[in-house]
């Protein structure tokens, strides 16, 4: 099992370029678990009425793109989901049309640069409406074997490695997109993978917290242990030990939490995410916040270097508890791998294409193209022009400077729109 993204998901993303590239890195997970694509449509309305190619392993898919996100999910009613993709000025009107279609039930936003009180009132609008609004700021989330939301994972060869093709035992949380995917691999190396991780985003003022989500994994089964990775700033880690503490809880849990060195610098400072704050009076510091969770009883490590180890031991315990069993790996023939282009197995020799079309005049086939022989490359230095390559190409031969002068007058003359055009081409 896992939670927020699920076999179940269904996607509509709102963006253009950006969002694009989502889709793609979203469409080799799902090749990787043998699962069809799940992005239905995406909304962007200078776009509308055209679509997008994805490609998914071996097949070319032609997504939908349409103007709002009302027209989207009338015309996909499967879709439950939007990851949000536009501009931070936009971002707001844009994450508030998913919010309020009946269709969708969690909204995920990688956009950074959001006002906070765009940002608070968008996390408040979706627990009025009993939604889950992630981010801003949020690489993702991602469920092992099961569903990606956003490009959280990294490469196809980095999801292979941290086993996301199967579910494990442990959830993820954290504020830092590049720090989750450390964590999952972590957890991959040192255990047996994770369920679901999440990237919440490093924003003063995340829609949903560390507790919502601590509260999900602890209702699913899947999951026996969650490691979160806060920072310095805000009290959502204060919050999350308050949470741990307050009773027995089903799973175990993991945290570190970075900032220690601005232990060392003035009290106050911003310290690289817009919630990386300090207090005047050191409220919010990563020691005070450490010291909250341990006091909880998770389980937190003295460096980041620790939590490796820290995650091993816990996978240890449950293994011998038979909380788990253990999970075989696959053997490098098994692991998924991306098809190859024709060119790359060409260039590796290992098929041939046998041409559709011949030409004596011309070669493509190689890294640059020929005419007659001679490379492109080689014309362009040389001082030769496009005269000389019409040359090439209908005489068989590098023509002379005075007869490459009139190939280019009659060019000239030909693309010219001017009222003389028709008699000139009368007298050539």
Known sequence: MSILATKDTHVVIQGGVAGVNAARRMAEFRYMIKQPLNVSAFVYPPDAGKTNEIICGTELIMIPIYKTVAEATANHPEINTSLVYIGADRAYAGTMEALNDPHIKTVSMITEGVPEKDAKLLGKHARKLGKTFNGPSSIGVVSAGECRLGVIGGAFDNLVACKLYRPGSFGVVTKSGGLS????WICSQFADGITTAIGIGGDAYPGTDYVSYLEMFENDPQTKAVVIVGEMGGDLEERAAEWYGAKKRRIKLLAVVSGFCQESLPKGMKFGHAGAKEGLKGEGSARAKSEALKKAGAIVPDTFGALGPAIK?????????????PIPDLSPADMPRLPKTV???????????TPLIRSTISDDRGDEPLYQGYPASELINNGYDIPHVIGLL??????????????????????????CVSGALTTI
């Open 343 to 353: 060119q790359e197995s060409m260039k590796e020799g290992e098929v041939l294409v």
């Open 181 to 184: 995917n450390e964590i999952i």
């Open 313 to 325: 031991a816990t996978h240890e315990e449950l293994l011998k508890s038979g909380q788990v069993k």
């Open 394 to 419: 209908w005489d068989n031969r590098l023509v002379s400077k005075q007869e490459a002068e009139i190939i280019k007058r009659i060019i000239m003359l030909s693309a010219d729109h001017g009222p």
